[in-house]
């Protein structure tokens, strides 16, 4: 069991710091495309190994297991938003989303807010996480509380700007990479 705690840990703060560098660097760059891609990834192995150690160890389930679900849900149609999947794989992605299903592929704005949110909030929820963690982990006489809020914030803030200036605002400009996707 130590070994799937260390793997959790590792890969929690490797989506963590892959997270953060997507969430900040230039949208659709190389840096944003290989740091996003080692973000689900590690989100989906911290999410399957933190679901495992949830279930074995019974350290509260009934929210760790939901969490992880959740988690790697985001990620999944987070990535497919942007990556859409071949044909005969697609409907597997958008099993638990009706509306994509009925209305087809997003296209521009739409689609990168779509992408945006699902990201962030898996982020958020990492970040959660570890805040919380680190909180238990930290001395009492040592806590700056509001330290561990700025992960969390920083997320939030960075994801409503985002949503702000996609949707709201309408502008694309400097976005690296923003074409729909390809018919399939």
């Not at 260390?6 to 740091?35: D, M």
């Not at 985001?74 to 497919?80: D, E, G, R």
């Not at 898996?122 to 238990?136: C, D, E, H, I, T």
């Not at 809020?149 to 690296?176: C, E, S």
Request: hydrophobic letters at 55%.
């Amino acid at each position: 069991m130590r070994m799937t705690y260390l793997v959790h840990i590792v890969a929690g703060t490797l989506g963590l710091l892959a997270g953060y560098v997507a969430l900040y660097a230039a949208k659709g760059g190389r840096l944003h495309r290989k740091s996003g891609m080692l973000f689900v990834w590690t989100m989906l192995t911290m999410a399957l190994f933190g679901m495992t150690i949830a279930v074995v160890r019974g350290i509260a389930p009934a929210i760790n297991v939901p969490a992880a679900l959740l988690t790697s849900s985001m990620s999944i149609t987070a990535l497919t938003t942007v990556r859409p999947l071949t044909f005969g794989s697609r409907w597997l992605a958008s099993l638990g989303d009706l509306r994509l299903m009925r209305s087809g592929p997003l296209n521009g704005a739409r689609r990168l807010a779509r992408h945006l949110w699902r990201m962030c909030f898996a982020l958020f929820v990492a970040a959660l996480s570890a805040s919380v963690q680190f909180v238990k982990m930290v001395p009492e006489e040592y806590r700056i509380r509001s330290l561990f809020v700025l992960p969390v914030l920083a997320v939030l803030v960075t994801m409503f700007y985002w949503l702000w200036r996609i949707r709201i605002r309408r502008r694309l400009q400097g976005i690296v990479g923003v074409i729909a996707p390809e018919p399939v």
